[in-house]
């Protein structure tokens, strides 16, 4: 059996600091009661919302966006920009720790899947045809996010 660390570094983007914390596993009945029905269906399952439906594809306010599932801090806004294709997208997390990827070759494609390095909701993949600095844009699900205005030296 192979132990999976429970204490993983996360960056705050409030604070600007990186604490170890712990992972956060619960069981998909405990998400299911959790989460919205949609948003259990996306970030616990690996879905994906219609484009032009969810919450924050057209939010330009200043604030982070975090994960549904743990509150993790995953995005700025200040990494968002407007793709044209109907899901919020991003050109950098706040801090790669708070991400994790893997490789999604369902649909006879194969992609890289982004998920919550904290609780591992599903929440998007990220492709590199994005706009500089990074090159690379990360296509998120509204629906496995949850966003709070400010974020930075605001929060205690
Ligand atoms: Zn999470």
């Known amino acids: 059996m192979e132990e999976e660390k429970e204490r993983i570094p996360i960056y705050r983007a409030v ?3 990186t604490l170890e914390v712990e992972r956060c596993r619960l069981s998909e009945d405990e998400w299911r009661e959790r989460l ?13 919302e219609a484009p032009f439906t969810g919450r924050y594809h057209d939010c330009h306010e200043n604030g982070i966006y975090r994960c549904i599932c743990c509150g993790t801090d995953l995005f700025s806004s200040d990494a968002k920009f407007d793709s044209g294709t109907g899901w919020p997208s991003f050109t950098a997390p706040v801090s790669a720790l708070n991400l994790k990827m893997r490789i999604d070759r369902t649909f006879g494609m194969i992609r890289t899947e982004v998920l919550c390095a904290r609780c591992d909701a599903h929440l998007g993949h990220v492709f590199d045809d994005g706009p500089p600095p990074t090159s690379r844009r ?6 496995s996010l949850r966003f709070v205005h400010g974020g930075r030296g605001r929060e205690g």
């Open 15 to 17: 604070t600007g600091e």
């Open 36 to 48: 919205s029905p949609e948003a259990f269906r996306i970030a616990r399952q690996g879905g994906t």
């Open 138 to 143: 990360f296509c998120i699900n509204s629906a």
